[in-house]
């Protein structure tokens, strides 16, 4: 296949999965949080919004222009995957893919039925990507490694896959910077930041900066539609857990009912927890930030000069070209070819 047929069988996918009936979308919902129950039906579409929006026409056509993917050597890349949200590890599918290279995926015990499904679907619409999806459950035989997992296991995978070709992401998170000047919509908007997927992605917020003295009320105020997590019982098992913690050893935080707030250095918060921390001014903390670049996937702000930032609400609404923890996948996948 070249380089136009990938991509017309991956927009014929995009049409496939827009217009699913209601039958089909309904037995996915379930037989996805059959395997993970942090998956919801909500969830599952939005992340199933997310793959149409990849596939689109213009998107796709303005991507791979940047690239010289046509006649590349095929290599079998391996890639292992995480499993935090729904189709997590569908960008790296996709552009291994549309790269021509082989994909042997690992997939996570957590989501690996949408996506099967998803293979299910391209292969009937271009029966000749059955010889290049190869899903195992061990790696072997291949020429490059993408693999997605923890700070822990990342020392795994280089010890492993360090003599490959490869590239290995760690654990990140992402932050908000505030000023005090926003909108009752943008601070509305930070709630899908912090809490779609229930704060599972790297690319949920986790910590905000704030200037001193900052009021959280009109934050927490306008974010009160998502009071609906507390629903979920894992989400509430780890509020209630950490709402005691912080009870019996006396920490400062804040409380709306279902999202604790407490000063913390930190970037990394737990389920149910955002992090704060204040800030004198915003050259400073743009210094700092630059200083934890690495434990960053993205800012949430306004606009922040020398800094790479995404407008509120839009966090979890990534765009092809929105690399995870910064690394140009396709231009490791040209360069493989």
Same mark, same amino acid.
């Given at each position: ?66 690239? @010289? ?166 989400? @509430? ?54 200083? @934890? ?45």
């Amino acid at each position: 296949m070249n380089l136009s047929q990938r991509k017309e069988a991956f927009i014929a996918l995009g049409q496939y999965l827009r217009h699913l009936s209601a039958d089909t979308l309904e037995e996915w919902y379930v037989r996805t949080r059959a395997e993970n129950t942090w998956f919801t039906p909500e969830n599952i579409q939005l992340a199933l919004n997310g793959v149409i929006n990849y596939l689109d026409s213009e998107a796709l056509t303005a991507w791979t222009d940047k690239y @010289q993917l046509d006649n590349l050597q095929s290599k079998i890349v391996g890639v292992v995957m995480a499993g935090n949200i729904p189709l997590v590890g569908f960008h790296d599918f996709l552009a291994v893919l549309m790269a021509g290279h082989t994909i042997q995926a690992k997939l996570s015990s957590q989501d690996s039925f949408l996506l099967k499904k998803l293979i299910e679907a391209l292969i009937n619409i271009a029966p000749q990507f059955a010889e290049k999806i190869q899903i195992v459950q061990q790696l072997k035989g291949f020429e490059a490694i993408i693999a997605t997992g923890s700070n822990n296991t990342s020392r795994y995978f280089e010890y492993y896959f360090g003599k490959y070709p490869h590239f290995i992401r760690k654990n990140r998170n992402s932050v908000a910077v505030l000023t005090g000047k926003e909108t009752v919509e943008e601070m509305a908007a930070l709630g899908s930041d912090i809490l779609q997927y229930y704060g599972l992605g790297c690319r949920n917020v986790s910590k905000v900066y704030v200037p001193e003295g900052y009021s959280f009320t009109p934050l927490f105020d306008a974010m009160t539609a998502w009071s609906k997590v507390i629903d979920n019982h894992r989400y @509430q098992n780890n509020y209630d857990y950490n709402k005691s913690i912080y009870l019996v050893n006396r920490v400062p935080h804040l409380d709306t009912g279902y999202l604790l707030a407490t000063p913390d250095t930190r970037i990394a918060s737990p389920i149910s927890v955002l992090y704060t921390e204040e800030y004198q001014d915003l050259a400073t903390l743009t210094t700092q930030l630059q200083a @934890q670049e690495e434990q960053i996937q993205c800012i949430v702000a306004k606009s922040l000069p020398q800094l790479r930032t995404v407008g509120f609400g839009q966090a979890q609404a990534p765009q092809l070209t929105d690399y995870a923890d910064g690394v140009d996948t396709m231009l490791f996948l040209q360069n493989l070819g």
